[in-house]
Protein backbone atom coordinates (compact mmCIF):
# COMPACT_ATOMS: atom_id res chain seq x y z
CA UNK A 1 0.00 0.00 0.00
CA UNK A 2 1.07 4.04 -1.24
CA UNK A 3 -0.12 6.82 0.30
CA UNK A 4 0.42 9.50 -2.08
CA UNK A 5 -0.41 12.65 -3.09
CA UNK A 6 -1.52 14.64 -6.21
CA UNK A 7 0.84 15.16 -8.85
CA UNK A 8 -0.20 18.24 -10.44
CA UNK A 9 1.50 21.07 -10.30
CA UNK A 10 1.45 24.85 -11.60
CA UNK A 11 2.80 24.70 -15.07
CA UNK A 12 5.64 27.31 -14.93
CA UNK A 13 6.46 26.40 -11.30
CA UNK A 14 7.17 22.39 -12.27
CA UNK A 15 10.44 20.73 -12.01
CA UNK A 16 10.78 20.56 -16.02
CA UNK A 17 7.80 22.45 -18.12
CA UNK A 18 7.74 20.75 -21.62
CA UNK A 19 6.13 23.42 -24.29
CA UNK A 20 2.90 22.61 -23.86
CA UNK A 21 3.04 23.90 -20.39
CA UNK A 22 4.07 27.23 -21.86
CA UNK A 23 1.06 27.87 -23.81
CA UNK A 24 -1.51 26.59 -21.02
CA UNK A 25 -0.21 28.49 -18.52
CA UNK A 26 -1.25 31.86 -20.70
CA UNK A 27 -4.44 30.07 -21.96
CA UNK A 28 -7.56 32.45 -20.20
CA UNK A 29 -8.48 32.65 -16.83
CA UNK A 30 -11.71 30.62 -17.34
CA UNK A 31 -9.34 27.52 -18.38
CA UNK A 32 -7.82 28.17 -15.40
CA UNK A 33 -10.81 27.63 -13.34
CA UNK A 34 -12.38 24.41 -15.04
CA UNK A 35 -8.86 22.95 -14.89
CA UNK A 36 -8.68 23.36 -11.24
CA UNK A 37 -12.47 22.59 -10.94
CA UNK A 38 -11.32 19.33 -13.12
CA UNK A 39 -8.81 18.63 -10.65
CA UNK A 40 -10.69 18.31 -7.58
CA UNK A 41 -13.43 16.35 -9.23
CA UNK A 42 -11.14 14.11 -10.35
CA UNK A 43 -8.99 13.62 -7.29
CA UNK A 44 -12.11 13.81 -4.54
CA UNK A 45 -15.04 12.38 -6.60
CA UNK A 46 -14.14 9.79 -9.26
CA UNK A 47 -12.19 7.63 -6.62
CA UNK A 48 -15.58 6.49 -5.18
CA UNK A 49 -17.08 5.44 -8.42
CA UNK A 50 -15.33 2.33 -7.97
CA UNK A 51 -18.40 1.32 -5.73
CA UNK A 52 -20.98 2.03 -7.82
CA UNK A 53 -21.20 -1.04 -10.05
CA UNK A 54 -19.50 -2.05 -12.94
CA UNK A 55 -20.08 0.65 -15.67
CA UNK A 56 -19.19 3.28 -13.02
CA UNK A 57 -16.13 1.34 -12.27
CA UNK A 58 -15.07 1.52 -15.76
CA UNK A 59 -15.51 5.18 -16.15
CA UNK A 60 -13.36 5.82 -12.61
CA UNK A 61 -10.95 3.85 -14.93
CA UNK A 62 -11.24 6.11 -18.43
CA UNK A 63 -11.67 9.30 -15.94
CA UNK A 64 -8.03 8.78 -13.87
CA UNK A 65 -6.17 7.55 -17.27
CA UNK A 66 -7.79 10.83 -19.40
CA UNK A 67 -5.92 12.71 -16.13
CA UNK A 68 -3.00 11.26 -15.99
CA UNK A 69 -2.27 11.24 -19.55
CA UNK A 70 -3.60 15.26 -19.43
CA UNK A 71 -1.05 16.03 -16.97
CA UNK A 72 1.47 14.14 -18.97
CA UNK A 73 1.29 16.17 -21.78
CA UNK A 74 1.48 19.39 -20.02
CA UNK A 75 4.29 18.34 -18.03
CA UNK A 76 7.47 16.50 -17.64
CA UNK A 77 6.73 14.79 -14.53
CA UNK A 78 9.24 11.75 -15.10
CA UNK A 79 7.60 8.16 -15.21
CA UNK A 80 5.18 9.19 -11.92
CA UNK A 81 1.89 9.80 -14.39
CA UNK A 82 2.46 7.07 -16.01
CA UNK A 83 3.01 4.52 -12.95
CA UNK A 84 -0.48 5.86 -11.80
CA UNK A 85 -1.94 4.79 -15.06
CA UNK A 86 -1.34 1.21 -14.02
CA UNK A 87 -3.90 0.61 -11.08
CA UNK A 88 -6.42 1.78 -13.14
CA UNK A 89 -6.55 -0.80 -15.52
CA UNK A 90 -8.04 -3.11 -13.14
CA UNK A 91 -11.18 -1.17 -13.10
CA UNK A 92 -11.72 -2.64 -16.68
CA UNK A 93 -13.59 -6.02 -17.08
CA UNK A 94 -13.39 -8.67 -19.85
CA UNK A 95 -16.26 -7.20 -21.43
CA UNK A 96 -14.91 -3.68 -21.64
CA UNK A 97 -11.43 -5.35 -22.77
CA UNK A 98 -12.91 -7.95 -25.11
CA UNK A 99 -12.19 -5.70 -28.55
CA UNK A 100 -8.85 -6.05 -28.02
CA UNK A 101 -8.96 -9.76 -28.46
CA UNK A 102 -9.73 -11.82 -32.08
CA UNK A 103 -13.08 -13.56 -32.01
CA UNK A 104 -11.68 -16.57 -33.82
CA UNK A 105 -12.87 -20.14 -32.09
CA UNK A 106 -10.14 -21.46 -30.01
CA UNK A 107 -8.36 -18.02 -29.28
CA UNK A 108 -8.42 -16.45 -25.96
CA UNK A 109 -11.79 -14.64 -26.12
CA UNK A 110 -13.26 -18.07 -26.86
CA UNK A 111 -11.80 -19.69 -24.66
CA UNK A 112 -12.96 -17.04 -21.58
CA UNK A 113 -16.38 -17.47 -23.25
CA UNK A 114 -16.08 -21.06 -22.27
CA UNK A 115 -14.97 -20.70 -18.93
CA UNK A 116 -17.39 -18.00 -17.65
CA UNK A 117 -20.27 -20.58 -19.31
CA UNK A 118 -19.09 -23.53 -17.32
CA UNK A 119 -18.70 -21.43 -13.97
CA UNK A 120 -22.06 -20.12 -15.04
CA UNK A 121 -23.49 -23.83 -15.47
CA UNK A 122 -21.98 -24.61 -11.20
CA UNK A 123 -18.95 -26.03 -12.45
CA UNK A 124 -15.68 -25.65 -10.08
CA UNK A 125 -12.25 -26.50 -11.33
CA UNK A 126 -10.80 -29.44 -9.49
CA UNK A 127 -9.21 -28.29 -6.50
CA UNK A 128 -5.53 -29.64 -7.16
CA UNK A 129 -2.34 -29.18 -5.23
CA UNK A 130 -1.21 -25.67 -6.82
CA UNK A 131 -4.39 -24.18 -6.61
CA UNK A 132 -4.65 -24.83 -2.60
CA UNK A 133 -0.60 -23.36 -2.28
CA UNK A 134 -1.62 -20.14 -4.58
CA UNK A 135 -4.44 -20.06 -2.26
CA UNK A 136 -2.35 -20.10 0.89
CA UNK A 137 0.14 -17.70 -0.90
CA UNK A 138 -2.21 -14.93 -1.68
CA UNK A 139 -4.14 -15.06 1.85
CA UNK A 140 -1.25 -14.79 3.43
CA UNK A 141 0.48 -12.10 1.55
CA UNK A 142 -2.50 -10.17 2.06
CA UNK A 143 -2.74 -10.35 5.55
CA UNK A 144 1.35 -9.41 5.38
CA UNK A 145 0.22 -6.21 3.35
CA UNK A 146 -2.41 -5.15 5.87
CA UNK A 147 -0.10 -5.77 8.80
CA UNK A 148 2.14 -3.61 7.44
CA UNK A 149 -0.22 -0.77 6.13
CA UNK A 150 -0.92 -0.43 9.92
CA UNK A 151 1.39 2.49 10.14
CA UNK A 152 0.91 3.90 7.20
CA UNK A 153 -2.34 4.45 7.96
CA UNK A 154 -1.49 6.22 10.73
CA UNK A 155 0.58 8.40 9.40
CA UNK A 156 -2.29 9.75 6.56
CA UNK A 157 -4.34 10.10 9.68
CA UNK A 158 -1.60 11.99 11.25
CA UNK A 159 -1.23 15.83 11.67
CA UNK A 160 2.39 15.37 11.24
CA UNK A 161 2.05 13.54 8.06
CA UNK A 162 5.45 12.27 6.99
CA UNK A 163 6.61 12.12 2.74
CA UNK A 164 8.72 10.07 1.48
CA UNK A 165 9.32 7.62 4.43
CA UNK A 166 9.05 3.63 4.06
CA UNK A 167 7.88 1.67 7.57
CA UNK A 168 9.66 -1.41 7.06
CA UNK A 169 13.04 -2.98 5.91
CA UNK A 170 11.21 -4.70 2.79
CA UNK A 171 10.26 -1.06 1.93
CA UNK A 172 6.47 -2.95 0.45
CA UNK A 173 4.92 0.03 1.95
CA UNK A 174 5.68 3.23 1.57
CA UNK A 175 4.30 7.00 1.86
CA UNK A 176 5.32 9.12 -1.07
CA UNK A 177 4.82 12.50 -2.08
CA UNK A 178 5.76 14.14 -5.54
CA UNK A 179 5.73 17.12 -4.14
CA UNK A 180 4.96 18.77 -0.74
CA UNK A 181 3.95 21.65 -1.68
CA UNK A 182 4.50 23.73 -4.79
CA UNK A 183 5.88 27.65 -4.95
CA UNK A 184 4.05 30.32 -6.82
CA UNK A 185 7.42 31.96 -8.19
CA UNK A 186 9.75 30.26 -10.11
CA UNK A 187 13.42 30.68 -9.04
CA UNK A 188 16.54 29.14 -11.16
CA UNK A 189 20.48 28.65 -10.11
CA UNK A 190 22.45 28.96 -13.02
CA UNK A 191 26.11 28.14 -12.90
CA UNK A 192 28.13 30.62 -14.28
CA UNK A 193 32.25 29.78 -14.88
CA UNK A 194 35.50 32.50 -15.96
CA UNK A 195 38.87 32.34 -16.79
CA UNK A 196 39.58 35.31 -14.89
CA UNK A 197 42.31 35.20 -12.25
CA UNK A 198 40.07 37.99 -10.08
CA UNK A 199 36.34 36.80 -9.75
CA UNK A 200 35.89 40.02 -8.19
CA UNK A 201 37.27 42.13 -11.40
CA UNK A 202 33.90 43.64 -13.08
CA UNK A 203 35.47 43.29 -16.41
CA UNK A 204 35.42 39.10 -15.40
CA UNK A 205 33.44 37.62 -18.19
CA UNK A 206 30.91 34.73 -16.75
CA UNK A 207 29.66 32.21 -19.25
CA UNK A 208 26.72 29.87 -18.62
CA UNK A 209 26.69 26.29 -17.95
CA UNK A 210 23.21 25.22 -19.48
CA UNK A 211 21.99 22.01 -18.54
CA UNK A 212 19.90 19.41 -20.56
CA UNK A 213 16.27 20.33 -19.56
CA UNK A 214 15.62 22.97 -16.96
CA UNK A 215 15.31 26.22 -17.55
CA UNK A 216 18.63 28.24 -18.62
CA UNK A 217 18.90 30.00 -22.03
CA UNK A 218 15.95 32.49 -22.17
CA UNK A 219 15.48 31.71 -25.80
CA UNK A 220 15.68 27.92 -26.11
CA UNK A 221 11.97 25.99 -25.85
CA UNK A 222 11.06 24.20 -22.61
CA UNK A 223 12.35 19.90 -23.82
CA UNK A 224 9.85 16.87 -24.25
CA UNK A 225 11.35 14.20 -22.36
CA UNK A 226 8.20 12.50 -20.49
CA UNK A 227 8.75 9.56 -19.31
CA UNK A 228 12.79 10.27 -19.20
CA UNK A 229 14.11 11.74 -16.62
CA UNK A 230 17.28 14.15 -15.95
CA UNK A 231 17.57 13.34 -12.32
CA UNK A 232 20.16 16.42 -12.26
CA UNK A 233 17.97 18.74 -13.32
CA UNK A 234 15.21 17.80 -11.15
CA UNK A 235 17.56 18.47 -8.19
CA UNK A 236 18.53 21.80 -9.74
CA UNK A 237 15.03 22.95 -9.22
CA UNK A 238 14.54 21.81 -5.30
CA UNK A 239 18.12 24.05 -4.84
CA UNK A 240 16.61 26.89 -6.17
CA UNK A 241 14.41 26.83 -3.79
CA UNK A 242 16.65 25.77 -0.45
CA UNK A 243 20.20 27.39 -0.17
CA UNK A 244 23.35 25.68 -1.04
CA UNK A 245 24.16 25.02 2.92
CA UNK A 246 21.07 22.30 2.96
CA UNK A 247 22.20 21.29 -1.01
CA UNK A 248 26.61 20.61 -0.42
CA UNK A 249 26.18 18.70 -3.81
CA UNK A 250 26.06 21.31 -5.62
CA UNK A 251 29.35 22.51 -4.66
CA UNK A 252 30.35 19.26 -5.44
CA UNK A 253 29.08 19.89 -8.67
CA UNK A 254 30.78 23.09 -9.08
CA UNK A 255 34.40 21.54 -8.31
CA UNK A 256 33.47 18.84 -10.66
CA UNK A 257 32.78 21.59 -13.41
CA UNK A 258 36.23 22.84 -12.46
CA UNK A 259 38.00 20.19 -12.99
CA UNK A 260 35.87 19.70 -16.62
CA UNK A 261 35.21 15.54 -15.75
CA UNK A 262 34.18 13.99 -18.54
CA UNK A 263 31.24 12.14 -16.70
CA UNK A 264 30.08 15.54 -15.06
CA UNK A 265 30.16 17.42 -18.27
CA UNK A 266 27.79 14.39 -19.91
CA UNK A 267 25.22 15.28 -17.54
CA UNK A 268 25.01 19.17 -19.18
CA UNK A 269 23.64 20.39 -22.53
CA UNK A 270 26.89 22.96 -23.15
CA UNK A 271 29.85 23.65 -21.75
CA UNK A 272 31.35 26.86 -22.33
CA UNK A 273 34.88 25.63 -21.47
CA UNK A 274 34.76 23.43 -24.61
CA UNK A 275 38.19 22.93 -26.61
CA UNK A 276 40.14 25.61 -23.90
CA UNK A 277 41.19 25.48 -20.75
CA UNK A 278 38.91 24.93 -17.81
CA UNK A 279 37.32 27.62 -15.66
CA UNK A 280 39.28 29.16 -12.92
CA UNK A 281 36.32 29.94 -10.98
CA UNK A 282 32.76 29.31 -10.63
CA UNK A 283 29.61 30.42 -8.69
CA UNK A 284 26.36 29.97 -8.55
CA UNK A 285 23.79 32.73 -9.62
CA UNK A 286 20.03 32.86 -8.26
CA UNK A 287 17.33 34.14 -10.75
CA UNK A 288 13.49 35.00 -10.98
CA UNK A 289 12.33 33.15 -14.01
CA UNK A 290 8.76 33.67 -15.54
CA UNK A 291 6.81 32.53 -18.82
CA UNK A 292 7.13 35.23 -21.55
CA UNK A 293 3.39 36.24 -23.02
CA UNK A 294 3.11 34.92 -26.27
CA UNK A 295 2.51 37.23 -28.93
CA UNK A 296 4.57 40.18 -26.44
CA UNK A 297 7.96 41.47 -26.59
CA UNK A 298 9.91 39.18 -25.50
CA UNK A 299 8.36 36.22 -27.20
CA UNK A 300 9.10 38.22 -30.57
CA UNK A 301 12.86 38.23 -29.73
CA UNK A 302 12.25 34.66 -29.34
CA UNK A 303 12.05 34.37 -25.69
CA UNK A 304 10.88 31.49 -23.77
CA UNK A 305 11.67 32.86 -20.66
CA UNK A 306 12.10 36.33 -18.60
CA UNK A 307 14.49 36.17 -15.80
CA UNK A 308 15.58 39.07 -13.31
CA UNK A 309 18.44 38.31 -10.83
CA UNK A 310 17.62 37.93 -7.18
CA UNK A 311 21.51 37.67 -5.77
CA UNK A 312 24.06 35.22 -5.21
CA UNK A 313 23.21 31.89 -4.49
CA UNK A 314 26.75 30.79 -3.94
CA UNK A 315 30.22 32.71 -3.95
CA UNK A 316 32.87 32.23 -6.79
CA UNK A 317 34.87 29.10 -5.93
CA UNK A 318 38.46 27.48 -7.30
CA UNK A 319 39.31 24.07 -7.13
CA UNK A 320 42.45 25.00 -4.38
CA UNK A 321 40.11 26.50 -2.46
CA UNK A 322 37.33 23.35 -2.66
CA UNK A 323 40.13 20.86 -1.31
CA UNK A 324 39.71 21.36 2.28
CA UNK A 325 35.65 21.05 1.36
CA UNK A 326 36.17 17.82 -0.51
CA UNK A 327 38.61 16.12 2.48
CA UNK A 328 36.16 17.43 5.20
CA UNK A 329 33.65 15.30 3.66
CA UNK A 330 35.76 12.86 2.40
CA UNK A 331 35.09 13.13 -1.14
CA UNK A 332 37.24 12.42 -3.62
CA UNK A 333 39.48 15.39 -4.80
CA UNK A 334 38.25 16.11 -8.63
CA UNK A 335 41.12 15.41 -10.82
CA UNK A 336 41.84 17.69 -14.34
CA UNK A 337 41.23 15.33 -17.47
Known amino acids: MDEGRSQ ?7 PVPNPIAYFMHRSPWWFHQFETLFNHFIELVVPFFIFLGRR ?31 PSIA ?57 LSVPVVLNLLSSRQVMNTSFNPLRIVNTYGAFGSITKERTEVILQGTSSPDPNDPAAVWEEYDFKCKPGDLKRRPCFITP ?28 KLLAQEEETLSLMATNPFAGRAPPRWIRGEHFKYKFSRPGGTHA ?9 RIGAYFPPVNLQGLKKFYEDRSWPYPVRD
Open 8 to 14: HCPQPTQ
Open 56 to 86: MCVVHGVLQILFQVLLIISGNLSFLNWLTIV
Open 91 to 147: CFDDLSLGFLFSSRRGGVKDRVVQMQARQAAGEQPPLGYGRCIRQVVNISFGLLIAY
Open 228 to 255: YHYRLDWLMWFAAFQTYEQNEWIIHLAG
Open 300 to 308: GEGKWWIRK
